[in-house]
């Protein structure tokens, strides 16, 4: 299979489009998507760490829209956490006075406040995950990944103890924890144990993640609880600051300055992306539908580019859409451990959320790539943080 559905709704990206409708249209196509998860999660509380984040973007807008547009009473109640360390993004305070939505400003690393009563869903998204900022605060990443987590799983141990067992525990993994396949493991089953340094420049996140999975599989086996972990691969699109460093949002940055698109390395390394909008939907279904103690796949099996293809895509989509005249270049990074660790290869197997959990990628690559470089027209300016 492709990764994407022959019957993908025909959006029209054009330069007329403006952010607001790549995200609404996103919105619903995610409560379409997820009619079943969220009709179980009504009437229930959802606690969300690092809400503020890029995934917390669509994560926590899309239960809004759904209360709006689809849920009944009671609603699907919020509580968005964060610690607001790289600021606090307009999307998310044009949403205050929503009265299912509570905002937290919160250190996932100290306990959570006793009054916040029963969860019934968490999901635990606070981490930092870009490379440039997770290499920049090493120990504040791991601190989320393992203490925050800890945390959070024995506040539901001590809940369930109470009466109040939870409905579902989603923790954020990652991809990165397969660290460097070997070629025979590309695509990467879950199964696959993983080629990772633990002392690379990389290993304060991709150990802290391998980590939390641990926990996660012997807190779902000892206590029976719901708990699941998901491993994103390369996800792209509405929400990720264009100043978060990742490759799009360095290249759309360039883009929209006029500038060429810089490659740091020989753009051999291959990647497959999955946009925003079709991961959310993968995720919701982990959290409500998983197996306990398991992790599944959240990407794109197709196509899997190389970072070349990737700029000369999007230059191609930027030319289209906004007359955009660059080219990209070859250079070499000042950072010496740009690219330790770096893995040549990344892209998944999802057969088991798709066995599983009826998960299956509708945005093509191209559209995705036009919906996000809309949206990153329209959001020029982030926190460089």
Known sequence: MNGQLDHEPAFGVTSETTAAQVVTRDLEDICRRLESEFSAMQGKTLFISGGAGFLGHYLVQSVLHWNRTHGGEPPIKIIASDNYIRGVPEWLTALEGDPALTLLRHDITDPLPDDLGPLDFIIHAASIASPIYYRRYPIETMDANVNGLRLLLERCRKQQAAGHPMSGFLFFSTSEIYGDPTPDQIPTPETYRGNVSCTGPRACYDESKRYGETLCVNFA?????????????????????????????????????????????????????????????????????????????????TPEISMLTLAGKLAESASDLFGYAGKVVRNVSGDQDYLTDNPQRRCPIIAKAREELDFEPEVSFEEGLRRTLVWYRDNQQAQDA
Do not use: H, W
């Open 221 to 301: 086996r000892q206590y029976d609880m719901p708990i699941t972990s998901a491993r994103p691969f390369n996800n792209y699109g509405p929400g990720l600051k264009i100043t978060d460093r990742r490759v799009i949002p360095d290249f759309a940055r360039d883009l929209f300055a006029g500038n060429d698109l810089v490659l740091l390395s020989d753009g051999s390394p291959t990647r497959t992306f999955c946009y925003v909008a079709d991961a959310i939907v993968g995720y919701f279904k982990i959290l409500v539908r998983g197996r306990a103690g398991e992790a599944y796949n959240i990407g794109n099996e």
